[in-house]
Structure formats: C-alpha cells, structure tokens
T-cell receptor, first 113, second 111 residues
Framework: ETGVTQSPTHLIKTRGQQVTLRCSSQ?????VSWYQQALGQGPQFIFQ???????GRGNFPPRFSGLQFPNYSSELNVNALELDDSALYLC????????????FGPGTRLTVT | QKEVEQNSGPLSVPEGAIASLNCTYS??????FFWYRQYSGKSPELIMS????GDKEDGRFTAQLNKASQYVSLLIRDSQPSDSATYLC???????????FGKGNQVVVIP
C-alpha cells in the first residue's frame, strides 16, 4: 500500500454531466499528479499540483481542472463529460525532492454513458 | 515518434526463467527512469527506479540504463506466477515534472 487514497472507487455518469474525483496524498508528500489511463494504454499525464498551484499540464482541454488543498490533498474536476472520458483516473503523490518518484493511489474507474 | 516505446507483444516465460523487457525513449535530456508493475484491474506499483547508466539490482529485478542508446530494460530473474502482470516503463525529463509512460508489456509466467 502506498498510503495514497482516492474516492470514489467507481463512478457512472451521463454525457454532459460534471464529476469531481478526490485524492489524499501519502504522508510527507507535497506534490500530486493526475493521470488518465484508457484500457490497454499507459497512463497519460493530465496535470500536477505543487503548493496549491498547477505545476505543469498535459494535452487535456480546459474542462479538466483541479485543486490542491493546504493538506496536499487534491481534486480533479471534469466538466461536460464525453464518452471518451471513460477511463481509470489515477492520482500519484510524490515529494518534489525525490527525483520524481511517484506513487499511485488505487484509482477511480469512471464510466460515461 | 512516441516519447516512450515498448514494442514487444505479450511475453510468456516458464516459471523460473528470466523475463526481459525493453523500453526506448526519444528525449535525450531524460533523467529519471522507472518501471511500474500493474496487475489487471489495479493501479501501477513502482518497482524500480534508475538514474545513471549501468545496472541496478533489487531482489529478483535488475534495471539497466543506456543513455547513449536511449533505452532502459528490466530483467526479472527466477520468474514466478505472481510476476504475471503488465510492466510499464516511465521516463521523466530534467525540469519536467510529468512522467511519460509506454503502453506496457504484458508478462505471463507459466507454472
């Protein structure tokens, strides 16, 4: 176990709806990164948060947004859900000092119908 | 050209044999290299990290890095059925906080 927790475990939403996914980082970790993993693919970087600010973003549209809180936990928000947003959403926590070793939570499986 | 490529198809190895996985990357300034293991339906688990050329051993796992040729490999010695999983190669570049992942290689260890 990495100590990274995510909620909910599974979620089913309808196209056009909005969703919020949550992540609590490992104790002592100050950085949270979010990834999207489609079936049969490697994780794709969405964005990273450090000191409550976005610290890098992948090739995802603005309807993907996030927050980091003072306790380093984080949220991923997705607006106007599309069918292609169906995927496993992974949160990874790390310490900025540790050569980018990132430890993943169990993930949230999102299904958009 | 993809940032991180893992081209091999599913790898079947007999129990006790060595499984060998390869990964190439395109960014010459890449600094940190990782192998993750992902069981079906689970999230990736970090099993090896390597930062300098050469070999790094941890138990039955050995990671090998060759920056001049831009490849990193993973050897699993004495393969066990519990090693059956998808192995993901991930690369990070200096000053870049994101991990770029390959597609993964599925390993099946046959008892």
């Amino acid at each position: 176990e990495t100590g990274v927790t995510q909620s909910p475990t599974h979620l089913i939403k309808t196209r056009g709806q909005q969703v919020t996914l949550r992540c609590s980082s490992q104790s002592g970790h100050n950085t949270v990164s979010w990834y999207q993993q489609a079936l049969g693919q490697g994780p794709q970087f969405i964005f990273q948060y450090y000191r409550e600010e976005e610290n890098g973003r992948g090739n995802f549209p603005p309807r993907f947004s996030g927050l980091q809180f003072p306790n380093y936990s984080s949220e991923l928000n997705v607006n106007a859900l599309e069918l292609d947003d169906s995927a496993l959403y992974l949160c990874a926590s790390s310490r900025s000092e540790d050569n980018y070793e990132q430890y993943f939570g169990p993930g949230t499986r999102l299904t958009v119908t | 050209q993809k940032e991180v490529e893992q081209n091999s198809g599913p790898l079947s190895v007999p129990e006790g044999a060595i499984a060998s996985l390869n990964c190439t990357y395109s960014d010459r300034v890449s600094q940190s290299f990782f192998w993750y293991r992902q069981y079906s339906g689970k999230s990736p688990e970090l099993i090896m990290s390597i930062y300098s050329n050469g070999d790094k051993e941890d138990g039955r796992f050995t990671a090998q890095l060759n920056k001049a040729s831009q490849y990193v490999s993973l050897l699993i010695r004495d393969s066990q059925p519990s090693d059956s999983a998808t192995y993901l190669c991930a690369v990070n570049s200096y000053g870049n906080n994101r991990l770029a992942f390959g597609k993964g290689n599925q390993v099946v260890v046959i008892p």
